[in-house]
């Protein structure tokens, strides 16, 4: 009985320490039940290729180089 008194905070202290460890690694990745909108992840730095594809063939067409 007495081992068990002395293994006893020791394992609570490993399974708090694993406990604190998997929510430091999962915590950036769960932002909770909802997802709150950030725009500036979603902010576009300029004109794709696209668009330089279209201005050229009218600045072609239009006799401007």
Not at 5 to 24: C, D, E, K
Request: hydrophobic content about 40%; cysteine-free; overall charge positive.
């Amino acid at each position: 009985m007495r081992q068990l008194s002395l293994i006893a905070p020791v394992l609570a202290g490993i399974f708090r320490s694993a406990v604190r460890s998997l929510l430091t690694f999962l915590g950036p990745s769960w932002d909770g039940p909802v997802r709150k909108y950030h725009p500036e992840k979603h902010y576009m730095r300029g004109p794709g290729p696209k668009w330089h594809a279209k201005q050229f063939l009218h600045r072609m067409s239009a006799g401007n180089t």
